[in-house]
């Protein structure tokens, strides 16, 4: 095990110089990964999806698993950000734990499906904020018609303000994810008790022992599985505070601490949410042919009967997505940076550059705008392609949580080149839970793609397969064709020995373990 005497010896040991400021303590980390993950608001705004494919049963156990499954992956990066806490995670992790022979080319895929799932996450927070809006306006004023591209101005708005944000408000970031995290819990008693008061409940066999399939699957189990997009979707993204490794004091420890803590924070508020929710439901048709087109909404009314409560508590959720989203932007942005940094992206040398003004990367910041902005324009096309960014973005994260950690397992048995653990690890229970993770990760990418009702048609088909595959195709051939003569896998910025002398161990990172390159 290794200790290192500062975060900048820890990152040198990775091969990388400090250029980002450190501005991040644990109460910041810990707040923003809340705010991020945001389980309980998530499941509010899907809702209806794990409810149609098996109903309570399924939301109540699928929800379960899903939380045991999302712990072995915090608990598995966990100990890898504890080796090597860096902005580029989980591309980074798969270049220093594979066989040097497909290292560059894994690391470049793996890079590719990371950026391309956080930049539709980014645009599906943007969406569901834009669709809760709609609804609460559908829900107080009977005459307001939500049209498809009033929902894309609200996304281009509202991640135009994160953006500035991210810049022009850098500094104040770690404050506003502190309050966004200690939010997120506030609203969630106030909203749970609520429902708790004011509802009348169902029986006990209604919340545990009902499954319903209104998928049109033959096949229960199928639409069991189905409904796991719902839980998935409400846990992924456990890996946005790694992106800000770079910017966050004492981070070998700081950043699994707050990976692990905020899993099981939000897993147990998210389940007592869900319990206080399926009680409060005793006329489910209602709740699923909602005008306002989002359930949740249905079921505070139901449990409160009250519109202005009602609006109070989706206005919460709202309040939350909204303040994660800045987390996301910053999360992302220093994901395309540290990629850009390694040659990763076309044009890599622009949106690598450091403002010199607030040490931030502006440039990923902006791209990460444009992108979103475009992809929020085929909400005006078509709703149902858009959706499949959902699809996409949990796909994309959970592809990206299964490679590192299948290299990472597979190279605890590699004697030649021994892992050298940082500061936080599971010891024994590493491998066990390694392979729990992957198995978790493995049953989601083939079930998730799955289409969610049938018979298939244009308005309901699961388009996240073929994009995916696009993606994955397209980073291949590009790195075939092109970028191989570039991307070398990450870079190695400084020297083994320049950061040994700060590390109280008598070795550090195997300088084997990152593929070397000219830095730019």
């Known amino acids: 095990m290794v200790a290192y005497t500062s975060d900048a010896a820890a990152l040198e040991a990775a091969g990388k110089k400090e250029v980002l400021k450190r501005e991040w303590n644990f109460w910041a980390l810990l707040g923003m990964s809340l705010c991020t993950l945001c389980t309980w608001e998530a499941t509010s705004a899907l809702f209806a999806g794990a409810y149609s494919n098996g109903g309570p049963a399924s939301v109540v156990y699928g929800f379960i698993v899903s939380v045991l499954g999302t712990l072995c992956i915090a608990g598995s990066f966990a100990e890898m950000a504890s080796i090597s806490p860096i902005a580029g995670a989980q591309y980074h992790w798969s270049a220093e734990h594979s066989p040097p022979k497909w290292r560059a080319l894994i690391s470049y895929v793996q890079g590719w499906v990371t950026v391309t799932g956080w930049v539709a996450a980014v645009a599906s927070v943007c969406f569901l904020i834009a669709s809760m809006i709609q609804a609460v306006a559908v829900l107080n004023y009977s005459d307001y018609e939500p049209k498809r591209w009033h929902a894309t101005l609200i996304m281009i708005g509202f991640s135009g303000i994160?953006?500035?944000?991210?810049?022009?408000?850098?500094?104040y970031l770690p404050l506003w994810e502190t309050l966004g995290g200690l939010l997120h819990v506030l609203f969630f008693f106030i909203v749970f008790i609520a429902i708790l008061a004011t509802?009348?409940?169902?029986?006990?066999?209604?919340?545990?022992?009902?499954?319903?399939?209104?998928?049109?699957w033959d096949s229960d189990g199928v639409s069991f599985c189905i409904g796991f997009l719902t839980p998935a979707f409400a846990l992924a993204g456990v890996d946005a505070v790694v992106h800000m490794s770079e910017e966050a004091h004492n981070a070998p420890l700081n950043i699994p601490r707050a990976m692990i803590g905020s899993v099981i924070i939000n897993g147990c508020a998210g389940f007592a949410y869900i319990i206080a929710v399926l009680y409060a439901i005793t006329d489910a048709d209602t709740i699923l042919s909602t005008p306002t087109g989002l359930p949740i909404i249905a079921v505070f009314l139901q449990a409160t009967n009250n519109q202005?409560?009602?609006?109070?508590?989706?206005?919460?959720v709202i309040i939350v997505f909204s303040m994660n989203l800045f987390g996301c932007t910053a999360s992302v942005s220093r994901l395309i940076w540290a990629f850009a940094r390694d040659h990763g992206l076309p044009f890599s040398k622009t949106f690598a550059q450091i403002s010199s003004r607030n040490r931030c990367p502006t440039n990923a910041v902006v791209l990460l705008f444009a992108c979103v902005s475009l992809l929020s324009l085929i909400n005006i096309g078509s709703t149902t392609a858009f959706n499949a960014l959902i699809s996409l973005t949990t796909l994309g994260f959970y592809f990206s949580y299964a490679i590192p950690t299948v290299m990472f397992a597979i190279r605890r048995y590699n004697v030649s080149n021994?892992?050298?653990?940082?500061?936080?690890?599971?010891g024994r229970f590493g491998l066990p839970v390694n392979i729990?993770?992957?198995?978790?990760?493995?049953?989601?990418?083939?079930?998730?793609p799955f289409p969610p009702f049938l018979p298939v048609t244009g308005v309901n088909m699961n388009y996240a397969s073929p994009v995916f595959l696009a993606v994955m195709i397209f980073a291949t051939l590009n790195y075939v064709l092109r970028a191989r003569k570039k991307f070398t896998g990450p870079i190695k910025e400084v020297s083994s020995e320049t950061s040994s002398e700060e590390v109280t161990h008598e070795s550090v990172m195997p300088e084997k373990n990152i593929a070397n390159s000219e830095t730019s």
């Open 199 to 216: 509802s009348t409940k169902a029986k006990d066999g209604d919340v545990w022992g009902t499954f319903i399939n209104a998928s049109g």
């Open 162 to 171: 994160a953006s500035l944000g991210n810049t022009f408000g850098k500094k």
């Open 308 to 316: 202005k409560a009602a609006t109070a508590m989706i206005t919460a």
């Open 436 to 448: 729990l993770a992957v198995a978790f990760c493995v049953f989601l990418i083939i079930f998730l």
């Open 418 to 426: 021994p892992i050298t653990f940082g500061p936080w690890t599971m």
